[in-house]
């Protein structure tokens, strides 16, 4: 008896321990969540909730994916919008180079978080050869700001060969176009460059904002588990 009652004690504060690991680190979780909503932000219905998770569920790249087609469609539809023109100039191409270019600045961007490196690499390409080729893409051009801006927020690896990478690609693209016969001037190359920054300085402070969070949660779950190791040291002696 004296031995089973032993025993017994020696298990009860490992079932406890559990329970209290799972208890803090539910409550660690809950209160991240709550912590990155704004006060603002209405309570969602049951409804709303299931919708947000069944989107959360997709992969990624299907997410992004979704956008980057979006853009695709609004770019073959005749808007009347003539998209980004950098180098002003106008040429007869086949009827297939234009949707070709189309998809090829918009449809990279599914990889915009797996690959920014890649999908900003795709992109850039096809915006040099439409603005080379002068034929109208609509606004699918808007597809390297988004491809910038990923990027900059997402990019692990390698960030600063990249970005000077793309700074000199971006000075050969202006060197071709002028010799093409652009009209554009020194100062039309720094002042789309200086365009070109703006997502990139708004995808470095999301990045910055993406570091502080995944810190915080570690953080969060380095004192759940410490305070379940004191609470079992406790329980034991």
């Known amino acids: 008896k004296h031995r089973h009652f032993r025993s017994d004690d020696h298990r009860r504060p490992s079932r406890e ?15 991240d969540s709550v912590e ?10 049951p409804r709303a909730r299931q919708r947000l998770a069944w989107w959360l569920a997709l992969p990624v790249a ?33 009827p297939w180079v234009s949707p070709v270019l189309i998809a090829a600045q918009t449809l ?7 690959r920014p490196g890649v999908a ?5 390409l096809a915006f040099a050869a439409a603005q080379l080729a002068g034929v109208g893409t609509g606004v699918a051009g808007l597809g390297l700001f988004v491809a910038i801006y990923s990027f900059a927020a997402y990019q692990r690896r390698h960030r600063v060969v990249i970005d000077g990478g793309a700074t000199v690609a971006y000075a050969v693209l202006a060197y071709a176009l002028h010799v093409e016969g652009s009209p554009n001037r020194l100062i039309d190359w720094v002042t789309f460059f200086l365009v ?4 990139w300085f708004i995808g470095q402070l999301v990045r ?8 915080r949660e570690a953080r969060i779950a380095q004192r759940a588990v410490q305070d379940a190791r004191n609470q079992l040291a406790r329980d034991l002696h």
Request: hydrophobic letters at 45%; charged letters at 20%.
């Open 120 to 124: 900003l690499a795709i992109v850039g």
């Open 17 to 31: 321990s559990r329970r209290i690991v799972s208890l803090r680190v539910g409550r660690a979780a809950e209160h």
């Open 108 to 114: 990279p961007l599914a990889l915009r978080r797996i």
């Open 208 to 215: 910055r904002r993406l570091a502080e969070q995944e810190s």
């Open 62 to 94: 299907a997410r992004d994916s979704i956008g980057g087609v979006g853009l695709g469609v609004l770019s073959l539809l005749p808007l009347g919008v003539q998209g980004v023109a950098l180098g002003e100039l106008h040429h007869h191409a086949a």
């Open 36 to 45: 990155a909503m704004s006060p603002l932000t209405p309570a969602r219905s």
């Open 196 to 199: 070109l920054t703006t997502p």
